[in-house]
DNA sequence: TAAACAACTTAATTTTATAAACCAAATTAT
DNA sequence: ATAATTTGGTTTATAAAATTAAGTTGTTTA
């Protein structure tokens, strides 16, 4: 009846963080920040949790001296995210 | 750009009690627990989150001898249900 | 050169979800 | 009759998660 939904995906700010990967293709950490609205903590945290989950990969560059912290999506963040939506609609879908 | 998430119905377990009365306009605690496959225990807290929110309403009748708890969907439910779809369209619709 | 800022990380706190334990009444078995 | 089991839950305790607050490192600006 009703598909279980990925925990790690099933939370507000990483969510929008692999929404906000998958439309942008890679992002820096502060663009992250502003249009996700969230603090650095908490960013930080929850890049960490997806990435240690492979869902995203982080590379730490500098631009000119600071530095940059850059994120991509990658192919298991993208199936991840498909199969979430399509847990998701075992949810939505439904005849009112 | 990312809408808020209603956290109370952003929770695999309310959001499955939410979508199952949806459909079903009425429903008893023990087929709610078999269709989403809660606990008692963890059931009855979620149940009464979504009934302090007004978001379903709870009425505890008698089956014969034994004790009954019917939950309904509430217009201020369906309504939610109805934001927190849209809300979510937000980081689903990506067009990759 | 000291204060403020940028870009984070780490640690602490709060919140939330889940599970375990419990309770009361009814049914079934002995 | 009464002891054990089941039904239908609730309450309390624990585990996990999210969020915030504090701290770090290096940089720019006054």
Do not use: W
């Not at 949790?49 to 492979?54: I, M, N, T, V």
């Not at 912290?69 to 998701?88: M, Q």
């Amino acid at each position: 009846m009703f598909k279980p939904l990925d925990p790690l995906l099933h939370s507000e700010l990483r969510l929008a963080v692999v929404s906000l990967l998958i439309s942008a293709e890679e992002a820096e950490f502060p663009y992250i920040k502003e249009q996700t609205g969230a603090t650095a903590g908490n960013l930080s945290v929850q890049i960490d949790k997806l990435s240690a989950a492979g869902y995203i990969e982080v590379e730490k560059t500098f631009k000119g001296k600071k530095p940059c912290t850059l994120c991509r999506i990658t192919p298991a963040g993208l199936k991840a995210f498909e199969e979430y939506v399509k847990a998701l609609r075992s949810y939505l879908d439904v005849k009112q």
